[in-house]
């Protein structure tokens, strides 16, 4: 596997709104984005340092992933996200070195990502993403010149 950079930490709060505020008036960064994911049964919201991104999860939901985190675990750290190249195959090569995955294939998160989750079983405890921008892809789809 190859990992280029932390893309995002993913941070489970119960009150989206008040977690903003605290990281916008104490930490001073500014929120960026909030988007609905309607499949993980969560709002998120974007704030970046550097190139990597902070993404509060609030639960939609009682029964979504989110929910059950934080009543297991509590509020926190909730999964890292590791930014890619070529997702499909890296996913296919860690499935054949033995790593259990969440997905098989990749999936569209938050901010039109293509992400794939490793099961935190394989990664001690860390529930792990792997996330990679469309454009990013063998091919963007389009008549450009970067196929
Ligand atoms: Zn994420």
Known sequence: MKLDHIEHIGVAVSNLD?????????LGLKCYAIEEVPAQKVRTAFFKVGQTKIELLESTAE?????????????????????????????????????????????????????????????FGVLTELCEHP????????????K
């Open 18 to 26: 008040e977690a903003i505020k605290f990281y916008e008036e104490k």
């Open 63 to 123: 029964d979504g992933p989110i929910a059950k985190f934080i009543e297991k675990k509590g509020q926190g750290v909730q999964h890292v996200a590791f930014a890619v190249k070529g997702l499909a195959d890296q996913l296919k090569a860690a499935e054949e070195d033995g790593v259990m995955l969440i997905d098989k294939a990749p999936r569209k998160g938050a901010e039109g990502l293509n992400i794939a989750f490793l099961h935190p079983k394989s990664t």
């Open 135 to 146: 454009e990013q892809e063998g091919s963007c789809g389009c008549d450009c010149s970067c």
